[in-house]
């Protein structure tokens, strides 16, 4: 998949990302933190239901909810935590609305076209393909009936 057949909201978050120095690039992720979404009340007050993902060095959990073809991640992830939110945050907003095809298509290395390889550490980075990647693992569990 090339930058032109990315979704929009994905393509236009690593062009917000590309377009700053490096310093900048790590105030856009605290922004993202900040944007987390909350869990709908369903999740909040089930988190039984939400899967964590081991690989990052924070305690986050996600959720994906599949409805007519349209895919929806929902994510937790501590304040204390802000490159995990913001990591969790940027997939939360880009995936938001696509379709099945569309998610499972996202490059597995999109993480790493962000331009934080150098800002954050490589364990944090893998973090968030391990965040890509269980969702697309969930979006597949949910739509091979």
Known sequence: MSESELPSALATIRADFLALEQHERLV???EFANELPELPLKYADHPDLLERVEECQSPVFIFVDVEDGVVQL???APKEAPTTRGFASILAQGLAGLSVDEVLDVPDDYPLTLGLTE???????RGMSALLGRTKRQVREKTAA
Request: overall charge positive.
């Open 119 to 125: 800002a954050v550490s490589p364990l944090r980075i």
């Open 74 to 76: 929902h994510a937790s």
């Open 28 to 30: 856009l992720l605290l």
